[in-house]
């Protein structure tokens, strides 16, 4: 009796889908989606190409600009006489520099006007000491000693002080004080004096500003004054 064996047959390769078989698909949503990926990165690229052309148009733009300026100023330059302006800008330092110089220069000889004008008649001071302080500005310290015929003499050298608006020193001499007077062998009468000055009054600048004839000394104190 023959034996009959079935034998069954696997195609190697997938057969196609015939309308209404079960053969799987690849789902349309996927292949949307991948789609949109597509574009975006068209868009994107294309933006970059149009960015780097902007980017190169604007960098030829700005050196032609340049360029321009420079000849501009090439131009505006031949126009102009260099030395002339050398020369100017030269003489123009000297000035600012005799300028500071001058505003910062003091006339310490303005002292003797300022102790004339305070001075009585019946006194008379035989030294002196002007101390100058160093650095951020502060009244000049003034120091003298003098000696008088008397102490009425002396009495009235403090009445002077006291006003100094009559002699136009009040704004300049600050805090003036007589101090130890002592009898002498001759009958005189020796004292002290001390007194701070106003810095501004001894620039030189303001001397050359005044008006001529305003810096004259007035006559001294007297005691009939």
């Known amino acids: 009796m023959e034996t009959k064996f079935q034998t069954s047959f696997i195609p190697r390769r997938p057969l196609p889908a015939t309308p209404g078989s079960l053969a799987p698909q690849v789902p349309k949503k996927h292949r949307d989606g991948a789609s949109i990926f597509v574009a975006i990165g068209v868009i994107v690229f294309v933006l970059s190409l149009l960015s780097i052309g902007g980017a190169y148009l604007w960098k030829q733009y700005l ?14 330059q031949a126009t102009f006489n260099i030395d002339q302006i050398s020369l100017m800008k030269a003489q123009s330092i000297k000035i600012s520099l005799a300028k500071q110089l001058l505003s910062n220069h003091l006339a310490s000889s303005k002292i003797f006007s300022i102790i004339s004008k305070l001075t009585s008649e019946s006194t008379r001071f035989i030294s002196m000491d002007l101390t100058i302080p160093v650095g951020i500005p502060a009244p000049f310290e003034l120091t003298l ?26 704004a300049v001499v600050k805090n003036a004080i007589v101090s130890d007077p002592t009898l002498n062998r001759n009958g005189t009468v020796s004292f002290g004096f001390t007194a701070e000055i106003e810095p501004s009054s001894f620039l030189y600048s303001k001397k050359l500003n005044s008006v001529p004839g305003t810096d004259t000394n007035v006559p001294s104190p007297t005691p009939n004054q």
Do not use: H, I
């Open 63 to 76: 050196l032609g600009a340049q360029k321009n300026y420079e000849a501009s100023l090439v131009e505006r």
């Open 145 to 170: 000693v003098g000696y008088s015929r008397d102490y009425p003499s002396v009495a009235f050298q403090s009445d002077v002080l006291n006003q100094l608006e009559k002699y136009d020193l009040r």
